[in-house]
């Protein structure tokens, strides 16, 4: 249980005060820990402050005012371990430095959006930082009821990372506030399955830069047979991946165009239609488009499925040895990306008093120094291998986001992609018959 304990409590310290990491556990055993050198397996040089202590702002007495911060779980830093006393403590330093009491407000994820609005038109909103996904924050971004953090403060200069600053940002604002990154969005592998049929295995084809579309078709036709699959998937998750290995957007964010029909989508729609049709590499779900698929892997019944980093608890006791890669890139990609299509950060509403206050204080509440060594050492705890281990590393490297579900086009591909994976329509058929409402459906959300 050391392993699931440990891990438990890095999510909490993560999740506390980043307000971006989707972590959660699903397993009750243990995962073999990879020994790491942090020192020379860290990346803070591409995360800018992660791993260094952060220089502390400037007090500014604020005369015993309550600072709120809102999110759908409490935050409130508990204590009780050498890790979690760290965070306690720099609260009560913060605390004392501003002259302020920090108080967390929680409400329903579904009931954020109307809370904030009512108390913004009520010329007092409920709290001044609150936690948004993508989708709420466009929403509100909107109707202009959010203070970008670029209108108080300049970029350059502030503790955020550039890849967390480049997550939070809608529109060309940053909105979105966090400490570090976190985000998977990969292939799980069978390994012990690719051994036994002779196959290379997917890391030392990734490593070389030869992990395709290509080799991943080749080991998934040399892996189904009989009732053994190559891969299971998720027809409405495989496309985002098919079109962001292939070097495409869903939706070009800087003018707003929906891509599903561009020759690079067209391409990975193709693709994805023969994986389904023409080779019947991918075992076929039996009512649940989003458990079946992992259920099968899990099951050993398929060789390949997308995954998180967050799944790979519930996978410690699997019968067999398995891996974690990148999905595999397209033929128009130069290297392989981690594709993120929603996001989660704290927001500062429009209404709140010193606004740049506010965010100094979120600041002055990080434990910066520990925040890579943190994320990085869950990272050890769950992988499996170095070879995970590693890939995971990589990966927060090569985050690309593109928050197309955040302009209401989720719902619209759903027919779509059942269509191409059934083989009911060509791509080319469906896309033109989903593509007017998609783009309706981005402009009228602009308008």
């Not at 990734?206 to 992990?211: A, L, M, P, R, V």
């Not at 561009?262 to 649940?288: C, Q, W």
């Not at 891996?323 to 704290?346: C, M, R, T």
Request: net charge negative; glycine share 6%.
């Amino acid at each position: 249980m050391k392993a699931l304990k440990l891990s438990m409590l890095l999510c909490i310290v993560l999740m506390m005060f980043v307000g971006l990491i989707a972590c959660s556990s699903d397993g009750t055993g243990t995962t073999d820990e990879v020994e790491i050198n942090s020192d020379e397996e860290g990346n803070g040089d591409e995360e800018g402050n992660e791993g260094e202590e952060v220089e502390q702002n400037q007090a500014v007495d604020l005369d015993g005012r309550v600072i709120r911060i809102a999110n759908h779980w409490d935050m409130t830093p508990p204590g009780g371990t050498e890790l979690r006393d760290m965070i306690v403590d720099r609260h009560a330093e913060v605390e004392e430095k501003y002259n302020i009491t920090i108080e967390y407000v929680e409400v329903t994820y579904d009931e954020k959006v109307s809370t904030l609005t009512n108390s913004i038109l009520a010329n007092d909103p409920f709290a001044d930082l609150v936690s948004l996904s993508t989708a709420q924050t466009a929403a509100l971004v909107k109707e202009e009821y959010l203070i970008p953090v670029n209108e108080f403060a300049d970029l350059n200069e502030i503790a955020v990372p550039k890849i967390s600053q480049e997550l939070g940002t809608m529109d060309d604002q940053f909105y979105m506030i966090g400490s570090t990154v976190n985000h998977s969005g990969g292939l799980f592998y069978n390994k012990t399955m690719f051994e036994q049929a002779g196959l290379p295995d997917p890391y030392e084809l990734q490593e070389k830069g030869e992990w395709t579309w290509d080799a991943m078709l080749e080991a998934a036709k040399e892996l189904t047979s009989g009732e053994q699959f190559g891969m299971s998937a998720d027809h409405n998750a495989l496309p985002l991946f098919l079109i962001s290995s292939n070097d495409e957007d869903i939706l070009d964010i800087s003018n707003l165009e929906v891509k599903i029909d561009s020759p690079k989508a067209t391409e990975a729609l193709e693709f994805m239609a023969a994986l389904y049709n023409e080779h019947r590499v991918i075992k076929p779900n039996e009512g649940d488009n989003y458990e079946d698929p992992k259920r099968y892997f899990t099951e050993g019944l398929t060789g390949m499925v997308i995954g998180f980093s967050w799944e790979m608890e519930g996978r410690a006791d699997l019968p067999f040895d398995w891996g974690y890669v990148y999905f595999p890139k397209g033929p128009q990609a130069d290297d392989y990306i981690v594709p993120v299509n929603s996001y989660e950060g704290l927001t500062i509403p429009i209404g709140v008093e010193d606004p740049e206050i506010v965010y100094q204080i979120w600041e002055d509440l990080q434990v910066w120094e520990i925040l890579e060594d943190e994320r990085n050492e869950w990272f050890e705890i769950i992988s499996p291998n170095m070879e995970t281990y590693n890939t995971l590393i990589d990966m927060q490297n090569n985050v690309i986001p593109n928050y197309w579900p955040a302009y209401g086009l989720e719902e619209a591909f759903y027919e779509m992609n059942e269509n191409i994976a059934e083989g009911v329509e060509s791509p080319s058929q469906a896309v033109a018959k989903v593509k007017g409402e998609a783009q309706s459906l981005v402009d009228e959300f602009t308008k």
